[in-house]
């Protein structure tokens, strides 16, 4: 789907567009001015995007929310949300960072359980993935 909008063989809302990225405008938005971040390459998860790109997407999705802040649209706060893999509930196999203008009113929650894990399981967490870097 989104290689689609990338070629130009599919509709698209874009206000923003470089070499590395495309920025469209969801079409389920949670709130008016919710936009993707995509890569133009396609690539399926983080582990194959590659830093240069990974660092525009935030790049570029940092200068959106700035700009949906100053475009007169009702915003008060963003979300920057990116699912890899299904379980993170990913749905579209092509990363993208969604950037969603966020309001006190709205309905949109990301809720899940509240664990209080010891700070030796937290030390033991960081030394895994410290030994893993």
Same mark, same amino acid.
Request: glycine letters at 8%; charged letters at 25%; one cysteine or more.
């Given at each position: 789907?989104?290689?689609?909008?990338?070629?130009?063989?599919?509709?698209? $809302?874009?206000?923003?567009?470089?070499?590395?990225?495309?920025?469209?405008?969801? !079409?389920?938005?949670?709130?008016?001015?919710?936009?993707?971040?995509?890569?133009?390459?396609? !690539?399926?998860?983080?582990?194959?995007?590659?830093?240069?790109?990974?660092?525009?997407?935030?790049?570029?999705?940092?200068?959106?929310?700035?700009?949906?802040?100053? $475009?007169?649209?009702?915003?008060?706060?963003?979300?920057?949300?990116?699912?890899?893999?299904? $379980?993170?509930?990913?749905?579209?196999?092509? !990363?993208?960072?969604?950037?969603?203008?966020?309001?006190?009113?709205?309905?949109?929650?990301?809720?899940?359980?509240?664990?209080?894990?010891?700070?030796?399981?937290?030390?033991?967490?960081?030394?895994?993935?410290?030994?893993?870097?």
């Amino acid at each position: 789907m989104f290689c689609e909008i990338v070629a130009g063989r599919s509709p698209a $809302s874009v206000p923003f567009e470089d070499e590395l990225v495309v920025c469209v405008m969801d !079409v389920h938005p949670v709130n008016p001015g919710h936009l993707l971040v995509i890569p133009k390459r396609h !690539v399926t998860g983080l582990d194959g995007l590659g830093e240069e790109t990974g660092a525009q997407l935030f790049r570029i999705g940092m200068r959106m929310q700035r700009a949906i802040r100053a $475009s007169g649209l009702p915003c008060e706060g963003i979300n920057f949300l990116l699912a890899d893999g299904e $379980s993170a509930g990913q749905d579209v196999s092509h !990363v993208h960072l969604h950037v969603v203008p966020r309001l006190s009113s709205d309905r949109f929650r990301i809720s899940s359980a509240i664990t209080r894990p010891t700070r030796d399981e937290l030390d033991r967490a960081a030394a895994a993935i410290r030994a893993a870097c």
